[in-house]
């Protein structure tokens, strides 16, 4: 894939060649040879990673923590969230291409860059750079508002990159393919993608990318937010994780191919998430080798049924053996099919490991089967 800005400061945006499904897989495949997807911090490190603190950048940052599930905090953000970047905390509004262009150009740590709620701005095929500690605002939640649209109807790889603890929040971000589509060998398109620490992605809608809608970093918080419609046959993925164990939760999910996505290299902690009811393939995924420590635990996953053939889904699909330990526990999956005693591949079972006769560093219990309500503490918060 191609790398992010080598100039961390620089911001206007480059035009890059479209990168193929073939390319993109390839790619990563060299990127998980060398060792780039492994990352040194574990996932139960990320039960207490960073959320932002009352610095709308989120540079600094307390403790998750186990949250409260009897407050039900607003999963998928918007209406109701209450860490929201407010138009008078703006140091630059910009509700036009080169007015973004130039902001951003011009910004620095700590800076806060707002789009206008009703802005709808084309970003075109080109690659944007939000700075080192720069936060990219916009309105949604307040009173309503869906916030700021920045949209594309070509295939940029990505449409941002995220640099060094900056913050990306209140947003409507959108590519060009919003229903399931096999592109077979067509270019892709990734929408945030996060080259650097100490990231924030918070109550952003995200849409209509082939490749991914979020791919994170190391460590990057991604939460409250709705990634939806991201189908690709192949690919497809609503986040993305290629390295290290970031941290998702509290984020509401549908219609990707896989919602949450690994690379086999790398883990993550996905806790208090709502995934919904369309899925192109199985939800949650880790792929071969098996991945490093996965944390999956308190989300709702509610699809029965493939959007394209009606094939009956996997809730999560663990590909190999983890390095360390895939722990599913407290999930409520609307599949009723309980894991079976010796895993049998694609079983359209809620849990499944393939690539192995027996069940290898896979943990599961607590979790409740079918449409039937279980208790409070199962499930995402509601």
Partial sequence: MPEPNGDRNRTAPTTELPVSRRRCLELTGLMLMSGAGVGAASARDAESAAAADDDVTGRASEPAGESDTDEAPVVGGGTGYENTVGPDQA?????????????????????VVYVAGDATIDMGGAEWSIPEGVTLASDRGIEGAPGGHLQTTDLPWPMFVVRANARVTGLRVSGQYDEYVDLTDGPVSIGLQVAESGVEIDNNEVFGFSHAAIRPFDDTHVHHNDVHHNPMDGLGYGVSVTRG?????????????????????CGYTARYNHFGPETVDHVIDQHEPGGTTMEIHHNTVEAVSHVQDGGEPEAVAIRGTPDDVAAIHHNWFYNPDEPKSTPADWDGSA?????????????????????DEPDPDVGCPR
């Fill in 91 to 111: 140091d630059v509004t910009v509700g036009t291409r080169s007015e973004l262009q130039d902001a951003l150009g011009n910004a620095s740590s700590g800076d």
């Fill in 245 to 265: 164990e970031p941290l998702i939760e509290y984020n509401y999910f549908n219609y990707n191919r896989h919602s949450v996505a690994g690379s086999g290299n």
């Fill in 351 to 371: 849990i499944t490991q393939v690539h192995t006769s027996d069940w290898a560093n896979v943990e599961y219990e607590a979790n409740h089967y079918g449409s």
